[in-house]
């Protein structure tokens, strides 16, 4: 038995292209420098295991106070025991202790398993399928010129998408500050289905604060316009107006992306009949595990579910499951390299071939990270370790 015998965070700078504005929706900008936070889990045979995070979702009060303790001295291969001895602590941390937080734990340790094994985590969690189809899942609506301004740029860059081979696009439209309205969406979504034509799979993730009438609005016209899925038109608190949404269209709806309370939470989605595909992201609702718990619930219930976001996390869980379709690529937009690697990363994780992203090969969650510059531009770290 390797037990844990370190859980440490190592804050480094790096260089982003993009922005993000102030309700948190991410545009193209230029070269930024910006910190990132790697957190690293160490057994006693000297495996590690490795998550990248946010420097506030992984600080020193949360390593110190909650992840340390939970994981120090115990056995590094516990991993479900372990994710219920962090998520308990949630309790009484004041909301110190959050979802991605102990996500970022449970990535960690689904690494260090993969390494020690010598196994990619998405074999050592079932091993279903070695590729999948992406779809291209675009920045948010806004006013650059040649970037996401009109429904004609829309249109523009789904037709340069489906060139490059994808069989699937998502729109994610005007969100605030931006200008956005149902009319907007509409011609938008009527611009992109002219130009890629009938068989290219679409979906539609909009403002998510519009009102009933408002989401049902729009959703007749995805359901004219032939769309694969609607995405959070909503306030996603209000179970209630899904099912009155789902009950009214043709179009799948797909959700909840932000509904906290991780898989129980979806239960609850499921049971209510409020989607007709689930959403899980391993990032914003815990983890792998509860990722997993997630699919295996949809696949009870003869459901899809999707698994939202993108990285390394994400292709685990599918590369261990089938009954989710796809795997989000992006964000994507006319002025951003998606497929040049930041430089703490030696190559991105889910490069595409064909229309399809290979699982990947190597042991643990196959992030390339570049441990030099890492530790080249180290400015801060904090941890504890066995005494």
């Known amino acids: 038995m390797a ?17 993000v504005d102030g309700h948190g929706h991410r545009h193209p900008g230029p070269p930024r420098e910006v910190q990132e936070a790697l957190l690293t889990v160490t057994d006693g045979d000297g495996v590690t295991g490795h998550c990248l995070a946010q420097p506030d979702t992984v600080r020193e009060a949360v390593i110190r106070n909650h992840i ?22 949630q309790r009484g941390s004041q909301g110190n202790l959050s979802d991605r ?12 398993a993969g390494r020690t094994a010598g196994m990619p985590v998405w074999k050592l969690l079932g091993g279903a399928r070695s590729e999948v189809p992406a779809y291209a899942s675009t920045m948010c609506g806004d006013d650059i010129p040649g970037g996401l301004a009109t429904p004609d740029d829309y249109a523009a860059f789904a037709k340069d998408l489906v060139s490059r081979g994808y069989r699937a696009i998502k729109l994610h439209t005007w969100m605030p500050p931006m200008p956005y309205g149902v009319a907007r969406d509409i011609a938008a979504c009527a611009a992109v289905r002219e130009a890629v034509g009938p068989d290219v799979a679409l979906m539609l993730d909009s403002n998510h604060w519009y009102s009933r ?14 769309f694969a899925w609607y995405e959070e038109p909503m306030e996603e608190a209000s179970v209630q107006s899904y099912r009155w949404l789902a009950d009214q269209l043709a179009t799948p709806i797909l959700g909840p992306e932000t509904s906290w309370g991780k898989h129980m939470a979806r239960a609850e989605w499921v049971a209510a009949g409020a989607c007709d595909i689930l959403r899980v992201g391993v990032v914003g609702s815990g ?15 003869g459901m899809d579910c999707e698994i939202h976001g993108n990285g390394s996390g994400a292709l685990a869980v599918i590369g261990a499951t ?5 795997y989000e690529r992006g964000l994507l937009h006319p002025h951003s390299d998606y497929d040049t690697p930041p430089p703490h990363l030696r190559s991105i994780v889910d490069p595409l071939t064909g229309g399809n992203v290979r699982m990947p090969a190597a042991a643990g969650l196959g ?15 904090w941890g504890t370790r066995s005494q």
Not at 4 to 14: G, I
Not at 68 to 80: C, I, K, N
Not at 101 to 112: H, Y
Not at 322 to 326: E, I, S
Request: aromatic letters at 6%.
């Open 68 to 89: 340390g303790p939970a994981l120090l001295g115990q056995d590094s291969l516990d991993r479900e025991r372990l994710w219920h001895r962090i998520a308990r602590r």
């Open 213 to 226: 009438s408002e989401a049902l609005t729009l959703g007749r016209a995805l359901d004219e316009l032939g």
């Open 287 to 301: 983890g792998i595990i509860p990722a997993i718990k997630a699919v295996h619930l949809a696949e009870s219930f």
């Open 367 to 381: 992030d390339d990270l570049d441990h030099d510059y890492i530790a080249a531009h180290a400015v801060a770290s």
């Open 3 to 19: 037990v844990v015998e370190s859980v440490t965070v190592t804050v480094f700078t790096t260089v982003t292209r993009s922005v």
């Open 322 to 326: 089938m009954c989710g379709r796809w």
């Open 101 to 112: 937080a102990l996500s970022a734990a449970d990535q960690a340790l689904w690494d260090l």
